[in-house]
């Protein structure tokens, strides 16, 4: 499965930013789909996920600004970001936990200028 993100680019700091990632493959059955974030000299972390039954997680520092959706019968994720802070700068990755493997898209930039 391959996994293809768009939407990273630059944005004021205040703004909103959305992001897409659409599978490669029809996903069926029980999956997680979810993005990840990796600021320069940082390690990866989560940043939201969704079931295919529909629970979300989000982390605590972009809960309440951050919203994640997918469309099933696109194979797509989108991650709706509002109220960007610097902070929020980094590389965002899409993620993929599906029959027992994991899938990583490859990335796309996400700068928040103050």
């Known amino acids: 499965v391959q996994l293809v993100e768009s939407g990273g680019g630059l944005v004021q700091a205040g703004g909103s930013r959305t992001l897409s990632c659409s599978a490669s493959?029809?996903?069926?059955?029980?999956?997680?789909m979810g993005w990840y974030r990796q600021a320069p000299g940082k390690q990866r972390e989560e940043v939201a996920s969704?079931?295919?039954?529909?629970?979300?997680k989000y982390a605590d520092f972009v809960r309440g600004r951050f919203t994640i959706s997918r469309e099933n019968a696109e194979n797509t994720v989108y991650l709706q970001m509002n109220s960007l802070k610097s902070e929020d700068t980094a590389v965002y990755y899409c993620?993929?936990?599906?029959?027992?493997?994991?899938?990583w898209g490859q990335g796309t930039q996400v700068t928040v200028s103050s």
């Open positions: 969704i079931f295919s039954s529909g629970p979300r």
């Open positions: 993620n993929l936990r599906w029959s027992g493997r994991e899938y």
């Open positions: 493959e029809t996903i069926f059955g029980f999956n997680v």
